[in-house]
């Protein structure tokens, strides 16, 4: 069974870091890109990094460039985020995905939930 | 980036009807290489993740009933749930992928009537 479980989330101050991480079984996570994908409450998903499948190559919204980083551990089939700098407009649910024909979404975690606030 | 708006936010159908959920991008999607729209269609429950619909348009993800459509060309893309089921009560949300992990529209809310 295919399964991505998102964790780490938690409330954090305006300025403060986070780091997220989602572990993956049930396909070969080695062989894919993979996403972070968030929620704003009452909005549409954003998406927000994305990351090769062997970790060499990253991309980033302009929204995070700069505050934020992806990394994964193919060896433990776990994927992360590095946030740092964290605004109020950061907070959100983040969703790990899998992108795949050209870049839809077909897997996704069930989210964990970051709160910017003091 | 490319701006995705959906009409309309709700909308409210009685069981066993059509729901049609329009979603317009702010320039063309189309991926020339496949000639394809890389527009996709997902449906979002409450307390559950986001499931994937509808790619390219209109191809179903397997395992997606068939009253899911999908429709559409140029800018303006349309998703259309024939014979409404108390199950598709959720938030829809069209999503393009022609750039790096793509730009989601606002969801529309269906609702029984």
């Known amino acids: 069974e295919v399964q991505m479980e998102e964790s780490g989330g938690g409330l954090v101050q305006p300025g403060g870091s986070l780091k997220i991480s989602c572990i993956v079984s049930?396909?070969?996570?080695?062989?894919?890109?993979m996403n972070w994908v968030r929620q704003a409450p009452g909005r549409g998903p954003e998406w927000v990094a994305q990351?090769?499948?062997?970790?060499?190559?990253?991309y980033y919204a302009d929204t995070v460039r700069g505050r934020f980083t992806i990394s994964r551990d193919n060896a433990k089939n776990s994927l992360y985020l590095q946030m740092n700098s964290l605004r109020a407009e950061d907070t959100a649910v983040y969703y790990c995905?899998?992108?795949?024909?050209?870049?839809?979404?077909?897997?996704w975690g069930q989210g964990t939930m970051v709160t910017v606030s003091s | 980036d490319i701006v995705m708006t959906q009409s309309p936010d709700s909308l409210a159908v009685s069981l066993g009807e059509r729901a049609t959920i329009n979603c317009k991008s702010s320039?063309?999607?189309?991926?020339?290489?496949?000639?394809?729209?890389?527009l996709a269609w997902y449906q979002h429950k409450p307390g559950q993740s986001p499931k994937l619909l509808i790619y390219?348009?209109?191809t179903r993800e397997s395992g997606v009933p068939d009253r899911f459509s999908g429709s559409g060309s140029g800018t303006d893309f349309t998703l259309t749930i024939s014979n409404l089921q108390a199950e598709d009560v959720a938030i829809y949300y069209c999503?393009?992928?022609?750039?790096?992990?793509?730009?989601f529209g606002q969801g529309t809310r269906v609702e029984i009537k």
């Open positions: 049930g396909f070969t996570f080695s062989n894919y890109w």
């Open positions: 990351i090769k499948p062997d970790g060499s190559a990253d």
């Open positions: 320039q063309s999607i189309l991926y020339s290489p496949t000639n394809k729209n890389n």
């Open positions: 999503h393009q992928y022609l750039s790096t992990g793509g730009t």
């Open positions: 995905s899998r992108p795949t024909r050209g870049g839809t979404n077909d897997l």
């Open positions: 390219w348009t209109s």
